[in-house]
C-alpha cells in the first residue's frame, strides 16, 4: 500500500486545494495509454459512470465550506474523466451554476481537461458564461496524435481534434477560456515537427507529458522504448524550442527544468511538487489520493473518506500521511530541484514506492542538457504558464 513511516509533510497548511472531480468515468475514446482504463485498478467498473446530481450539488457545499475555513487558500476545481464533457451540457450548466452562486472567479478556478472530440461552439459559450476554461490533449499531426488516440472503432481522432483547437483559438474568449493543450510522450515521435505543428495552429501554452509508466508497468504501448530515447525526444525538443526564441510560446516542462537548474523547485504535482491539496472526488462521491496510482496496485488510492462524511480538507490531512518522501538518493542528486524525484506513480517497482523514477536516467540526462544550455548562455526565458 501507498504508506510511508516518514510521509511527506509539503503541502496543505494554508488550505491550497485542487479538488479533481470525475464527473464522467467512462469515455468516448480509447487512449492506448490511459492509466484509468488500462492500469492495475479496474475500480472505475463498479463505479457510476456519472456523478449523481446530489454529489455535484454536496460538491459544491464543501467547496464553499472549505473557502469559508481558508479564505486565503489557492482553491482549483478540476473538471475530469473520463471525458468530462460526457456530463452532458444541461448537467454541466446547472453544476457551474450552483459553483458561481456561492463562488466567484476569484474564490474558485474551474479548469477542464477535455480530449477535444465533443468541444464545439456551445460548449464555449457556457465556459465562458462561468468563467471557467479548458484545455485539450493532442499528441501532434493527426498521424502522430492517431498513433495512441483513437476511437473504439480504431479510428483516430486527430482531425477532430485539431478542429476543436481551431475552433477554441478562433472563439472571441479565447484567451479566457482555452488553457492550450497537454501532449504525452512518444520518443519515436519528431519533437521538432510537433513543435512547428502547435506553432502553426497558434498555440501559446503546451506541455510534454512523461507517459504514465512504472518498474512495474513500463511504457509497453511504445515501439521499443528506452530511456536514451526518451531523451533525445527532450534534448531535441528543448533545443527546438530555444531556437524559436518567442517568449510568448511556453513549454511548461522546459521552463520547469530551467527553473530547476536555477534552484527553484517544482511546484508541479508530476515533478515532486505537493500532493497532500489534490484531492480526487470519484463519481459514487468517495474521496481518493492520485488517481494516476491505478497503474501501481488496486486499492492504491483508497482513503474511506466522501462528500457525504468528510470535509475536503480531511482528504487533504490524511493524504500527508500516505505519500512517501522522495528516494534518499534523489534527495542528494543535482536534478531534484528541477525533477523532484519524479512522480510517485512512476517510482512503484511492483512492491515499493521507495525508489527513484522509472525515468531516472531520461530526467537527470535531459537536466544535464539544461543547465549545460543555460550555462551557456541562451535567449531570454519566456514566463512560466498560469495553468498547474
Known amino acids: ?16 486545494l485542487l479538488v479533481m472531480v470525475k464527473v464522467a468515468e467512462r469515455c468516448n475514446i480509447d487512449c492506448s495509454y490511459c492509466y484509468m482504463y488500462h492500469g492495475v485498478d479496474q475500480g472505475w467498473r463498479e463505479r457510476p459512470k456519472r456523478l449523481h446530481a446530489s454529489h455535484l450539488e454536496a460538491l459544491a457545499t464543501r467547496l ?10 489557492r482553491m482549483t476545481l478540476e473538471i475530469h474523466g473520463g471525458e468530462p464533457l460526457l456530463l452532458g451540457k444541461a448537467r454541466t450548466e446547472r453544476f457551474f451554476s450552483d459553483l458561481r452562486r456561492r463562488l466567484p472567479a476569484s474564490d474558485l478556478s474551474i479548469i477542464t481537461q477535455s480530449n477535444g472530440v465533443l468541444i464545439d461552439d456551445d460548449w464555449l459559450d457556457l465556459y465562458v458564461r462561468y468563467d471557467a476554461s479548458l484545455g485539450i490533449s493532442c499528441d501532434g499531426p493527426p498521424d502522430m496524435h492517431d498513433r495512441h488516440r483513437y476511437d473504439f472503432a480504431r479510428q483516430g481522432t ?40 502547435f506553432r502553426s495552429l497558434g498555440l501559446t501554452a503546451i506541455d510534454f507529458l512523461l507517459p504514465d509508466a512504472n518498474f512495474a508497468a513500463p511504457p509497453r504501448h511504445v515501439q521499443a522504448y528506452t530511456h536514451a530515447r526518451l531523451l533525445s525526444f527532450l534534448c531535441r525538443g528543448f533545443d527546438a524550442w530555444l531556437a524559436i526564441d518567442d517568449p510568448d510560446f511556453s513549454v511548461r516542462i522546459f521552463e520547469t527544468f530551467i527553473r530547476g537548474v536555477l534552484g527553484r523547485r517544482s511546484e508541479l504535482d508530476a515533478f515532486g511538487g505537493a500532493l497532500a491539496p489534490i484531492v480526487v472526488v470519484e463519481s459514487d462521491g468517495s474521496y481518493r489520493l492520485l488517481d494516476v496510482l491505478a497503474i501501481c496496485e488496486a486499492g492504491a488510492t483508497h482513503t474511506g473518506f466522501d462528500l457525504a462524511s468528510a470535509p475536503l480538507q480531511a482528504c487533504s490531512d490524511y493524504a500527508r500521511t500516505r505519500y512517501p518522501e522522495p528516494h534518499e538518493a534523489c534527495l542528494r542528486c543535482e536534478a531534484f530541484a528541477a525533477c523532484g ?25 535531459f ?3 539544461v543547465r549545460a544550455r543555460v550555462q551557456g548562455g541562451m535567449p531570454r526565458m519566456p514566463a512560466m504558464p498560469a495553468r498547474q
Open 1 to 16: 500500500m501507498l504508506t510511508s513511516p516518514g510521509a511527506m509533510a509539503r503541502g496543505n497548511a494554508g488550505g491550497d
Open 367 to 369: 537536466y544535464r542538457h
Open 158 to 197: 486527430g482531425k477532430r481534434v485539431e478542429q476543436a483547437i481551431r475552433r477554441c483559438l478562433s472563439h472571441p474568449a479565447s484567451q479566457r477560456v482555452f488553457n492550450g493543450v497537454l501532449a504525452v510522450i512518444d520518443p519515436n515521435h519528431d519533437p521538432v515537427r510537433m513543435l512547428d505543428y
Open 341 to 365: 524525484g519524479g512522480y510517485v506513480a512512476h517510482r512503484f517497482d511492483g512492491h515499493s514506492y521507495d525508489n527513484p523514477s522509472f525515468y531516472c536516467d531520461a530526467l537527470l540526462g
Open 64 to 73: 464553499a465550506e472549505h473557502r469559508s475555513a481558508y479564505p486565503s487558500a
